[in-house]
């Protein structure tokens, strides 16, 4: 593990200068003057069970690539994006250079780190597997294969326009009606309002996410996904309204939404 591929760290690209934020809102999107500044963690470590593919659902094939590659993809797009890590099992690290990393024309360094039995674990390797030098990481499920570069990059900018905030993550608005049953009986309906749905990425100061991982460590605790970790120890998480597009493939009904929105993408 521990490959290393694509240009160095710190060189820029075409792209990699500062742009307004399309929706003209105060945040900046793009990387900052002196340079891109956030690690990606992409988590691949998984096995998959409720999709049911002995491949792994990571390694299906969607519009043509293995699903993870459009992750990685849209990450190496993305300007404030210095290097990125790719978590997975040690025995698919070559399976992950060749079809995965080789399929792509990368610009920015890939770095493999070994995945541990829960996801929690597999964050955790990936995190001491960044530079202390990035102030941010977005941890990414690599399952979630429809992120945009302009979504990764609005998340970046809102951690870093707001130096009292540890992260911020994507998210969507509940529209469900929400119930909370005990067995089968209802025994509240909560406002609605106040509830949204957890996306990656997740972009966390560097620091504050490790300190939050090695306090849960600590005690114990597990979490379905990082900000809960970052919460848990007092770190204030924003949300950043997402679309319902970045969607998680978990069970093989969602492989099939991801090609129809893949494949209109691509012809738009
Ligand atoms: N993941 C990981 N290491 C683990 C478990 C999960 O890196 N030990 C990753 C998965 O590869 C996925 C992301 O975390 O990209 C979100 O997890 P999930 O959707 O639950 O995927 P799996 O754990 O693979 O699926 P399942 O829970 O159905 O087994
Ligand atoms: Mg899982």
């Known amino acids: 593990m521990g490959a ?3 240009r160095a760290a710190g060189e820029k690209g075409a792209d990699d200068a500062a742009s307004p934020c399309p929706c003209a809102c105060a945040e900046r999107v793009g990387a900052p003057a002196d340079g891109p500044d956030t690690c990606a963690i992409v988590v691949a470590g998984g096995s998959g069970e409720r999709f049911g593919d002995p491949r792994g659902k990571q390694f ?17 797009r993305a300007p404030s994006v210095a290097r990125i890590v790719v978590v997975c099992a040690p025995e698919r690290a070559a399976e992950v250079e060749r079809d995965v990393l080789g399929r792509l024309s990368l610009a920015k360094p890939v770095t ?13 390797s990936g995190l001491d597997a960044t530079p202390r030098g990035l102030d941010l990481v977005a941890v990414h499920d690599a399952a979630r294969p429809l992120v945009e570069t302009e979504l990764v990059e609005r998340v970046i900018a809102a951690v870093r326009a707001d130096e009292t905030l ?3 993550i994507l998210a969507t608005r509940c529209t469900d009606t929400l119930k909370l049953v005990e067995g089968t009986q209802i025994v509240a309906t909560p406002d609605r309002s106040f ?13 504050v996410l490790l300190a939050a991982h090695k306090a849960a460590e600590h005690e114990e605790y ?13 770190g204030r998480v924003r949300v950043v309204e997402s679309t319902r ?4 493939v978990t069970v093989p009904e969602d492989l099939a939404i991801a090609e129809a929105t893949l494949e209109r993408r691509l012809l738009m």
């Open 245 to 248: 597009d970045n969607l998680k």
């Open 112 to 124: 493999l780190a070994p995945s541990g039995p829960t996801r929690q674990a597999s964050v955790r």
């Open 195 to 207: 509830y949204w749905a957890a996306q990656t990425p997740q972009v966390f100061r560097r620091r």
């Open 60 to 76: 299906v094939d969607l519009v043509g690539l293995p699903l993870m590659c459009w992750s990685v993809a849209a990450f190496d």
């Open 4 to 6: 290393v591929r694509g």
């Open 166 to 168: 540890g992260g911020a």
């Open 222 to 234: 597990q979490g379905t996904d990082d900000a809960s970790l970052v919460e848990r120890v007092g």
